[in-house]
């Protein structure tokens, strides 16, 4: 069977080298891929009638939806009277991701533990609500927002600034929620489900600050490790008051989803408290979870469509993971491309190099194209190797303006 990655990033890399270890690579194929994978082919993906026509032409039997937005512009939808697998879920459903209102109203029907909030279009009248909360708080933007949507404040004057970027951005008038903020750690919890059942991976750690120390502006994902140790109660709590309900709501609300359900979870004084959904794949979370799945992605996939999900053993390597994401200086801001990228041949085979921002430029050069442009993956036998090797293959790496944080799988 042909299979069709959507998307240009290393969680589309990552996918690829995945169903890579099972089938024939020159059946995949990445729209758009990028420089590293090898079947990528330029078409432009905010057109799913397009890819459509695509898939269809080219016999494709599976359809894999890596970014948000595609189904947000109704990716899955425009298959529904093919007989093409689509992993991801309708425009209806991805509203979990792409209104955080929807997402809201949807946790607070279901009883899902979730940090109280309150929505609103003007600044002036969110001021009283504000000052309550002496700025300590977390402003959400409604909408996709690329992960350059959420600010987590500390006082009046964070909020005010925040608030005049995504007036910058959305002009005088859009939704946004003010949430309570949390004190907890963080973690990524990903699983795949046929609408019924769901199976989850291993929770991950993700690094969405910019800096070293979990500082600077939020960004798509600067690193990840797994596995994240979580207890057996803190974990069964997770099961029952977050997962559970969400999966009961799905089927109650005839949300019909077939694909990758991902929960932002705060682990607080009080229990786990849900934050977000996203409606895929994590990236870079996925960088670090494929690389150690020792179940064949494409079976698993394929569960989700002939009734076998429960069946299914999800496995993973008893190792430790880190993903490492290699950067254009100035990201997630102004930053410049068409650098030429050298050094990869200097990285030894125990580091996998899932390409996202980059381009070939004739026969040997490969160039800069985008903010996040490599996630380096290894695995070791305590967290602290596999930190190091991913450390060791980013300082072969040359390009101008390049930047990382230092601080991924170390202790903070
Ligand atoms: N790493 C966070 C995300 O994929 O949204």
């Known amino acids: 069977m042909k299979i069709a990655i959507i998307g240009s990033g290393a969680r589309e890399h990552s996918i690829y080298e995945k169903l890579s270890r099972h089938i024939d690579p020159k059946q995949i194929f990445a729209l758009p891929g990028n420089g590293g994978i090898l079947n990528s082919v330029s078409i432009d993906i905010t057109y799913p009638e397009e890819v459509k026509k695509y898939c269809l032409r080219n016999r494709i039997g599976m359809v894999i939806v890596g970014p948000e937005e595609p189904l947000v512009n109704g990716m899955a939808d425009v298959f529904a009277e093919t007989s093409i697998m689509v992993i991801g879920p309708t425009k209806n459903s991805a509203q979990l991701e ?10 607070k029907e279901l009883g899902i533990p979730t940090p109280d909030y309150r929505e609103f279009t003007l600044l002036e009248d969110a001021m009283p609500q504000i000052n309550a909360l002496n700025g300590n708080l977390v402003l959400k933007y409604d909408g996709l927002a690329g992960g350059k949507g959420v600010y987590v404040c500390s006082s009046v004057e964070d909020v005010e600034e925040a608030y005049a970027e995504l007036k910058k951005r959305y002009g005088e008038e859009f939704t946004f929620l003010i949430e309570k903020r949390l004190k907890g750690e963080e973690l990524s ?20 600050k910019l800096n070293d120390g979990d500082s600077g ?12 140790k979580i207890s057996d109660d803190v974990m069964k709590q997770i099961e ?28 607080t004084e009080k229990g786990p408290r849900l934050l977000e959904y996203n409606v895929r794949l994590g990236d870079p979370e996925t960088q ?38 290699i950067a254009s200086g100035g990201y997630p801001f102004a930053f410049r491309t068409g650098f030429e990228i050298t050094g990869l041949n200097q990285i030894s085979d125990d580091v996998a190099i899932l390409h996202s921002g980059t381009q070939k430029k004739g026969k040997n050069q490969l160039l ?32 101008k303006k390049i930047t990382y944080r230092k601080d991924i799988g170390g202790i903070n």
């Open 98 to 107: 792409s209104s955080k209102s929807f997402a809201k109203r949807f946790m």
């Open 189 to 208: 919890l990903i699983g795949v489900t046929d609408g019924d059942t769901i199976k989850l991976f291993p929770p991950c750690k993700d690094y969405k």
């Open 288 to 325: 670090v979870l494929l690389s150690s799945m020792k179940t064949n992605l494409l079976t698993l996939l394929e569960s989700c469509f002939n009734g076998t999900l429960k069946e299914q053993n999800v496995e993973f390597e008893d190792k430790y993971t880190t993903a490492l994401v």
């Open 368 to 399: 800069t194209t985008s903010g996040r442009v490599f996630t380096l993956v290894a695995k070791g036998e305590t967290l602290e190797e596999s930190r190091q090797k991913v450390y060791q293959a980013a300082k072969k790496i040359h390009f």
């Open 217 to 228: 502006p939020n960004t798509g994902g600067m690193g990840a490790y797994l596995p994240l």
């Open 240 to 267: 029952s008051d977050i997962v559970v309900p969400t999966m009961r709501g799905i089927k109650e609300k005839g949300l019909g989803y077939k694909g990758f359900l991902y929960f932002g979870i705060i682990i």
